[in-house]
């Protein structure tokens, strides 16, 4: 496998995690628990950022396109409706 796909795929399973880490917090009760999964959460955060920055400058990974300011705008206004 290559570098390019390897880096891929731990973003790919990252992102996963952090949304499994997030569900998990919003069911637990337990307040220990919840900051337990919270701190894991973000420092795995910070990881899959790091990892990005990463691999955007070796060419790994490329970003959406940026949208312009007015295009923004339209979504916010749509989802506030």
Do not use: W
Request: net charge negative; charged share 20%.
């Amino acid at each position: 496998m290559r570098d390019k796909e390897m880096v891929n795929d731990v973003l790919s399973m990252t992102k996963g995690g952090l949304a499994t880490y997030a569900h998990c917090i919003s069911e637990t009760a337990n307040q220990q628990l919840r900051q337990t999964l919270q701190q894991i959460r973000n420092s795995d955060e910070q990881f899959q950022y790091q990892l990005y920055q990463m691999a955007e400058q070796k060419g790994f990974y490329a970003p959406a396109a940026q949208v312009d300011t007015q295009d923004v705008q339209q979504v916010k206004s749509q989802l506030r409706s």
